[in-house]
């Protein structure tokens, strides 16, 4: 393992398994028998997650 490499912190794991918690719904959803406005909350929802683990994973500055 490289120097620069530490491990996750608790609220960085924490930020993951939501992530992971909301893709997992996701997958599991009827998304034929979803209404626009719930298709639209869920794609906003994952973009948010993703951009907090991306977040997590991106040095900062």
């Not at 909350?41 to 997650?49: D, K, N, Q, S, T």
């Amino acid at each position: 393992m490289p120097d620069d490499v530490r491990p996750l912190t608790a609220a960085q794991l924490a930020v993951i398994d939501f992530a992971k918690r909301d893709l997992d719904d996701a997958r599991t959803a009827d998304l034929a028998a979803m209404e626009a406005d719930a298709l639209i909350i869920l794609v906003e929802r994952l973009r948010g997650r993703l951009y907090d683990v991306l977040s997590v994973f991106t040095p900062c500055e």
